[in-house]
């Protein structure tokens, strides 16, 4: 089932714009999970050779950093100036990346027409404004191009992994200021339903899923309580300090003897061609 809604609630106006602000934006470049590269490659339309990408809402440039590896080029946009400190930071010790930097947002996206041959919205299309985003993705981007869309959340088939999902994901928040992935509907248990797509209105477009193995290990069940502060959800929550000792817990309970913590993960992806 697609979500019906164009905006996100108004509470969620304050999580979106977190990001860089409430959420350190360098402790989130550093817990948040990074995508496999397999992931990368099928959210890009599994190319031959180096293409022109837009990483739309990049952040401090995850997915940017994993496409430049992959040899292709790359233009990030996103409206936050700490999280793109993040990624200018990394551009200065990377000087032969070949990755560009620029405030824009989604819904007016700052290249020009027919310009990129894939479009990859890693994490973020939940924030974004589906029509107006859908509209400035088919804008910019060639003849044939991919939209790709990915989310990586913890692997619902593990209980502790659930748990804890349903913890960063904000079902244990109540209320409108619910899931990271709830302005669209995109949450764990949807992702993981097979019938279940974005909303993404795209004319003509093919579109595909597939999803990746991603675990992740954390030094420490300390990193894990600070992974839970990057996501907006328990970053705004008034119950915070409650939530974020459930998630110590839920770590710990899974802590090897070496006090690190393997986070079972799984990347969900949506793929779009356009004629
Ligand atoms: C969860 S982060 C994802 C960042 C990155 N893509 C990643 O995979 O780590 C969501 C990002 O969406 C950005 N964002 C929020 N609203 C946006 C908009 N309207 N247009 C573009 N980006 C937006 C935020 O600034 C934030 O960096």
Redesign the pocket.
């Known amino acids: 089932m697609e979500p019906p809604e164009d905006r996100p609630e108004a509470d969620d106006e304050a999580r ?2 977190s ?2 602000t409430l959420v350190d934006a360098e402790r ?1 470049d550093r817990l ?1 999970p990074d ?1 496999p590269d397999e992931a990368v490659d099928w959210l890009t339309g599994e190319p031959d050779g180096p293409l022109d990408v837009l ?6 440039g ?2 940017s950093r994993a496409l430049a590896r992959r040899g292709h080029r790359v233009v990030a ?4 100036d700490g ?1 793109l400190a993040v990624l200018r930071h990394w551009l200065v010790e990377s000087p032969r990346a070949q990755v560009r930097a620029v405030a ?4 007016q996206v700052p290249l020009p027409d027919s310009s990129v041959d894939a479009v990859v ?4 299309w939940h ?3 589906p029509a107006a ?1 859908a509209a400035e993705v088919a804008r910019v981007l060639r003849p044939g191009g991919v939209l790709g869309l990915s989310w990586v959340v913890r692997d619902l088939r593990v209980g502790w992994a659930a748990e804890l999902e349903a913890l960063f994901g904000g079902e244990g928040l109540g209320g409108a200021t619910g899931a ?1 992935e709830a302005a669209q509907g995109a949450s764990a248990r949807d992702l993981a339903d097979a019938q279940w797509w974005p909303r993404v209105p795209l004319r003509g477009a093919v579109r595909e899923r597939a999803a990746f193995p991603a675990a992740q290990r954390l030094a420490s069940v300390d990193d894990v309580v600070a992974l839970a502060s990057t996501y907006s959800g328990l970053a705004v929550s008034r119950r915070r300090e409650g939530l974020l000792q459930r998630v110590r817990e839920l770590a710990a309970s899974a802590a090897r003897p070496d006090g690190s913590v393997l986070l079972p993960q799984v990347c969900h992806c949506f793929r779009y061609r356009l004629p």
């Open positions: 979106r714009t990001f860089g989130y948040r995508h990483d739309l809402a990049a952040g401090t995850k997915v946009v996103d409206p936050s999280m824009g947002t989604a819904e919205v890693g994490q973020a924030w974004l404004r985003a990271d």
